[in-house]
């Protein structure tokens, strides 16, 4: 009911506009790896924000673009979090397991999402599996981050944000030319906030406290008329000292009731070095992509929850790859695109788990025992894939395949401390060993799209995406799980029209099969990935980007999802035709921007999540909404805003689970106020 309403809603909003002057531009996108790309040209769900609406609606971080993007949804478990996840059209990741979205930066491949967002030009997110261009782990679609890139003239801005919890940021940028061939393009971010999580075991209101600091470096270097080479790094650096900010589900005002022993603490340190060539032949361009990404993480948590020493966690992760992508492109001669390539990949994945348990305080009568837990994972892999559209009058047909293969080698240790056997009556015997598995796929797409009319563009495509298989390095170490895939089947249509209003609408059906699923230990206190369901996803996706009158724009997207277990069960539980979990029912958001002649700006954005539930069983959700809402003056070199976000103070959780019959939860940001200047020159 709640769904119908929305879109009635929207439909009547449609229905009533009046022609004006101003008119929207094209939007143009890169994620289909065959340059810059008109949005109305591309069969397929496609959301863009540029940096005019990264800027207006406050979205300087990647986990906070759930608040613009209708079925999009993250599942945040803390600062700069290794386990943060994403779902998507209802395909829903894990915070163990292996990414369902995949995120991109500058058509490099991040293994985690949750970054700062800075120095970028727009995010593109394409919904549904991508597996054609993208092969693994883009089964729910993809998030592209494109970044500014070096521009012929010298350049630079420098901004100050500060606001409530002592959170400060800091964000220079400078774009130099260096002669006529070469231009250096630098961004730095410094950020630090005292946080808003209290533990009341240690009456401190700082536990929460964190740094992040980000730069970027590009050089850009003209070789001739027909070559050009980019060479990129990124770093980023975050540091948490404690890191205490789960606590119990019933409890009112999660942020100030965490009540635990052993404060931890969180750390990310990740860097990466890309080169991109583009070449154009004769005939074609060349486009060679080479990357080398390190991701480390250092994460200690107080696992048990409690004032009580009971349980801690010291876990390690440390992935490294390095790729290749190599593209031929063709030059759109006689009405024939065609890309075709080829991808490489080696990945080194460690992970190390320190799990201390007091037996004492257990009331077990020995002394504590830390449990050694080690698992490296070793990847190769390599996909051959092709794409071509064709024009038959006014109907463009689109047919694509990918093969992705990669084999797996996993390596895994075991071993407890004290010498008692109560880790190996638990299940934890001392173990080491070797497995190895390959796994592939063929992935095809099919589009077509009907171009008789120049301002409304239907469409139905069929593409086919998949999460890669693996191995489990804590429960069930050295068990196997297999790939798991997920069919598309979407019908929409792209529509420009009176020159004002972009009206896009998708309806989709998504088959999803073995399904990988995070199976609790008896306690709840960890969990394996299992091979446990068939599931599917049906729903429909409404984007609107509306200027009514010179100066003010409005944004409105909704999503109503159906995403289902169609066939799980775990022993004597059925989960057969339950919610998924950790996947809203319906997303909402809607946003209104005035620029005013005399260089005022007001702006405010309101975001809704219905129906998220945390459980297989359905028992616990919630829902949810968001506002936030901005002020400002705006000259060519300088703008000036007061913001608040979440105003109302609404209390909603980023991240629940069960442990031992008890529920804890992750509260989400709550209300904060402040101010930010930028000075560009």
């Not at 490099?108 to 599996?129: C, Q, T």
């Not at 029912?585 to 975001?607: D, H, P, V």
Request: glycine residues 8%.
């Amino acid at each position: 009911m709640k769904s119908k309403i929305i879109i009635s809603t929207i439909t009547a909003l449609s229905l009533s506009l009046i022609a004006q002057e101003t008119k929207l531009n094209d939007v143009m996108v890169t994620a289909t790896k065959q340059g810059d790309k008109k949005i109305s040209a591309i069969s397929g769900s496609v959301s863009v924000i540029d940096e005019f609406k990264l800027n207006d609606f406050n979205i300087d971080n990647s986990t906070s673009l759930q608040n613009m993007i209708p079925s999009f949804y993250i599942t945040k478990t803390g600062p700069a979090a290794m386990e943060t996840f994403a779902s998507l059209r209802g395909i829903a990741g894990s915070m163990s397991g292996i990414p369902s979205v995949g995120f991109y930066v500058d058509d490099v491949y991040y293994s985690g999402l949750d970054m700062n967002l800075f120095d970028v030009e727009r995010i593109e997110i394409l919904k549904g599996p991508q597996g054609t261009l993208y092969g693994r782990n883009s089964e729910a679609g993809i998030i592209n981050i494109v970044t500014k890139k070096p521009q012929q003239y010298d350049s630079g801005s420098i901004g100050i944000d500060y606001s409530s919890f002592n959170t400060l940021k800091t964000d220079i940028s400078i774009n130099k030319v260096i002669n006529e061939n070469m231009i250096l393009r630098a961004a730095m971010r410094y950020s630090k906030t005292d946080g808003y999580f209290t533990n009341k075991y240690t009456n401190s209101d700082t536990i929460s406290k964190n740094t992040n600091k980000d730069v970027r470096v590009s050089l850009y270097n003209k070789i001739n008329d027909k070559a050009d080479i980019v060479i990129s790094y990124d770093k980023q650096k975050n540091d948490a000292p404690n890191h205490a900010e789960f606590t119990d589900f019933d409890l009112k005002h999660l942020r100030k009731n965490t009540n635990v022993d052993y404060l931890g603490s969180s750390k990310k340190d990740a860097d990466g070095l890309n080169l991109k060539v583009n070449y154009d032949a004769k005939n074609m361009k060349v486009v060679s992509v080479t990357s080398f990404r390190n991701e480390k993480y250092d994460v200690a948590n107080d696992i048990d929850f409690s004032p009580m020493d009971l349980m801690d966690l010291n876990f390690n992760k440390d992935v490294e790859n390095i790729s290749e992508e190599l593209r031929f492109i063709s030059n759109e001669k006689d009405g024939i695109e065609w890309i075709g390539g080829l991808f490489l990949l080696s990945e080194k994945d460690k992970r190390e788990y320190h799990t201390r348990m007091n037996f004492a305080n257990m009331g077990m009568g020995v002394p504590a025992e830390t449990l050694h837990q080690k698992g490296k994972t070793e990847t190769t892999g390599a996909a051959l894939f092709g794409e071509m559209s064709s024009n038959f009058e006014d109907i463009k047909v689109t047919l694509g395949l990918r093969y992705d293969r990669e084999k797996k080698n996993f390596t895994y240790f075991q071993q407890g401390t004290g010498g008692t056997g109560v880790l190996t009556s638990m299940g934890y015997p001392n173990q080491n060993g070797t497995k190895s598995d390959t796994f592939d796929a063929w992935l095809p797409k099919l589009s077509i799209s009907y171009n008789q009319y120049h301002n409304f563009t239907p469409y139905f495509t069929l593409s086919r995406g998949f999460k890669s298989g693996g191995f489990n390095d804590s429960e069930n170490m050295g068990s196997s799980f297999k790939p798991e895939f997920t069919t598309n089947y979407e019908l929409g249509f792209k529509s420009s029209l009176l020159d004002n209003l972009q009206l896009n609408t998708a309806i989709f059906y998504i088959d999803w099969e073995d399904m990988q699923v995070e199976v609790p230990t008896a306690s709840g206190t960890s969990v394996y990935t299992n091979n446990a369901a068939k599931a599917s996803s049906k729903g429909i996706e409404i984007e609107i980007d509306y200027i009514p009158t010179d100066g003010l724009n409005i944004t409105m997207g909704t999503s109503y999802i159906d995403a289902t277990y169609d066939d799980y069960k775990e022993g004597a539980s059925d989960y057969t035709n339950k919610n998924v979990v950790d996947s809203p029912k319906i997303t909402l958001n809607f946003g209104a921007n005035y620029r005013m002649e005399n260089g005022f700006y007001i702006g405010a954005n309101y975001s809704k999540f219905q129906d998220v539930y945390f459980d297989k069983e359905n028992t616990k959700s919630q829902s949810y909404g968001i506002t936030n809402a901005k002020l400002g003056y705006e000259e060519e070199d300088y703008d000036f805003y007061i913001y608040g976000n979440n105003i109302f103070d609404e209390e909603y959780i980023t991240r629940a689970f069960e442990v031992n019959d008890t529920w804890y939860a992750r509260a989400g940001d709550p209300q904060s106020f402040g101010v930010a200047v930028k000075y560009r020159f």
